[in-house]
Antibody, heavy 118, light 111 residues
Framework: EVQLVESGGGLVKPGGSLRLSCAASGFTFSSYSMNWVRQAPGKGLEWVSSISSSSSYIYYADSVKGRFTISRDNAKNSLYLQMNSLRAEDTAVYYC???????????WGQGTLVTVSS | QSALTQPASVSGSPGQSITISCTGTSSDVGGYNYVSWYQQHPGKAPKLMIYEVSNRPSGVSNRFSGSKSGNTASLTISGLQAEDEADYYCSSYTSSSTLGVFGGGTKLTVL
């Protein structure tokens, strides 16, 4: 059974940092591109970042470029999102998701809530 | 403002059919067959319902179907059931960005 489990969310002050993790199981993690997608409270979905299977291709939304860093460890079946210089507008539930074809994510984690507030 | 335009809400009665539209441009919906649809119930993660315009993942009911005409993609749900009440999001590959784009979401109410 495919499983994605996020962790690392929490309450952080503006300007602070957090590192999200996503533990994958039940599939060959190293064969898939992975994504982070967020959803602010009461709002829609926003693509945050994407990383190819071998980390050769990495992309970011303009809203997080220069502040967030996506990475993966295929040996540990894990995906990460390092978030620095956090702002109030980064408050959201962050999901990791497996990409099966472009723009299609077939498995999602349960999400982890990041709250940026003083 | 979302890159893809969806109606904010649609509604239908049990047993009826409804269609949700997703309008983009020739740089996304109109230019590629990489349109997906997601269903999201409150407090839950999104679930992939349609990919590559009209393909259903294993386990998704055949009451859900997708299509595309020009720059507009559509999700049709036939034989509406109470459990279909949820938010629906479209997404597309786009040549205008290095990431995909989502629609703003449509709230489906089953009357």
């Amino acid at each position: 059974e495919v499983q994605l489990v996020e962790s690392g969310g929490g309450l952080v002050k503006p300007g602070g940092s957090l590192r999200l993790s996503c533990a994958a199981s039940g599939f060959t993690f190293s064969s898939y591109s992975m994504n982070w997608v967020r959803q602010a409270p009461g709002k829609g979905l926003e693509w945050v970042s994407s990383i190819s299977s071998s980390s050769s291709y990495i992309y970011y939304a303009d809203s997080v470029k220069g502040r967030f860093t996506i990475s993966r460890d295929n040996a540990k079946n894990s995906l990460y999102l390092q978030m620095n210089s956090l702002r109030a507008e980064d408050t959201a539930v962050y999901y990791c998701a497996r990409e099966v074809v472009p723009a299609a994510m077939d498995y999602w984690g349960q999400g982890t809530l990041v709250t940026v507030s003083s | 403002q979302s890159a893809l335009t969806q109606p904010a809400s649609v509604s239908g009665s049990p047993g009826q059919s409804i269609t949700i539209s997703c309008t983009g441009t020739s740089s996304d919906v109109g230019g590629y067959n990489y349109v997906s649809w997601y269903q999201q119930h409150p407090g839950k993660a999104p679930k992939l319902m349609i990919y590559e315009v009209s393909n259903r993942p294993s386990g998704v009911s055949n009451r859900f179907s997708g299509s595309k005409s020009g720059n507009t993609a559509s999700l049709t749900i036939s034989g509406l059931q109470a459990e279909d009440e949820a938010d629906y999001y479209c997404s597309s590959y786009t040549s205008s960005s290095t990431l995909g784009v989502f629609g703003g979401g449509t709230k489906l109410t089953v009357l």
